[in-house]
C-alpha cells in the first residue's frame, strides 16, 4: 500500500502531496524564498523547530524521522560514515547466524594461530585479541559500490540503498537538477516512479510538464502555480 505525505508551511506552500507514484518536486522561483525555505526544511530534518509541517494520515509527522536532505553533490558521497555503519550492522546480522558464523570461527581461529606464530619467537611483550566482524569489513574495505555512470544513478542508487539498510525515507533532493541535462531528466523521473522512492526534488525553477512528475511552482511573486 502506497503511503501517502502531505507537506505544508502555512502562508507559503499550500498542501502539497508527495508520493512514490511520481517524482515530486517544489520549485520556488524567487531566490530568498528558495534559500529561506530550503534553510528552514535542512534545519527540520536536523531537529530544529519550524513551521513546515509534514502528515500522513492526518498524523504530524517529526521531519526529522522521516526527511532526509540530500544537497551535496560535488562531490557525491554514496558512503557516507553513518550508511556504511548500517551496512556493517547489517552484513554483522547475517554473519552471526546459520552457516556463516562457523565460517567466522574458523577465519577468527586462523588468526588468531597466525598472531601466535608471528610473535612466538620474538623477545618483544605483546598481545593481541579476536578480531570481531566490524574489524574484518574495515580491513578489506567494505563498501558500497561506487562504480555508476552519471550522477543520476549514484542518487539512485544511494535512495535504494538507504531504504534497504535504514527503512524509508523521504529524499529531499536540494537543487540537483542544475547539474543534469533537459533531455535525461525524464529518465531520472521514470526511475524514481519505477523504483517507487519518495524522492521531493527542491528547486529554483520549474521542470517540463510529464507524467512522472507532481509539480507545484511557486513564482517570483510567491503566487501558487
Known amino acids: 500500500m502506497t503511503v501517502k505525505y502531505l507537506i505544508v508551511k502555512p502562508d507559503f506552500l499550500p498542501p502539497f502531496e508527495i508520493s512514490d507514484e511520481k517524482a515530486n518536486v517544489i520549485a520556488i522561483e ?27 494520515n492526518g498524523e504530524i509527522l517529526k521531519l526529522s524521522s522521516k526527511m532526509e536532505i540530500i ?41 588468531m594461530e597466525l598472531m601466535k606464530k608471528l610473535i612466538e619467537s620474538e623477545l618483544l611483550e605483546t598481545e593481541f585479541g579476536s578480531i570481531s566482524i566490524n574489524a574484518l569489513f574495515k580491513a578489506v574495505d567494505f563498501r558500497l559500490s561506487e562504480e555508476q555512470d552519471s550522477l543520476e544513478e549514484s542518487v539512485i542508487n544511494y535512495m535504494l ?34 523504483h517507487r522512492i519518495n524522492a521531493l526534488f527542491l528547486e529554483p525553477r520549474s521542470v517540463k510538464h ?16
Request: proline share 2%.
Open 71 to 111: 544537497k551535496e553533490f560535488i562531490p557525491f558521497e554514496i558512503n557516507s560514515k553513518r550508511l556504511v555503519n548500517k551496512l556493517y550492522a547489517y552484513f554483522e546480522r547475517k554473519a552471526m547466524n546459520g552457516e556463516y558464523y562457523n565460517e567466522i570461527e574458523k577465519l577468527n581461529s586462523g588468526i
Open 161 to 194: 540503498n538507504v531504504r534497504e539498510l535504514d527503512g524509508e525515507r523521504i529524499f529531499v533532493i536540494l537543487n540537483m537538477l542544475s547539474y543534469v541535462e533537459e533531455e535525461r531528466r525524464e529518465a531520472l523521473f521514470e526511475t524514481i516512479a519505477d
Open 30 to 56: 524567487k531566490p530568498s524564498a528558495f534559500f529561506s525555505f530550503a534553510e528552514e526544511l535542512n534545519g527540520q530534518a536536523d531537529g530544529d523547530d519550524g513551521m513546515i509541517v509534514l502528515s500522513s
Open 210 to 225: 510529464s507524467e512522472n512528475v507532481n509539480q507545484i511552482i511557486i513564482d517570483e511573486d510567491l503566487c501558487i502555480i
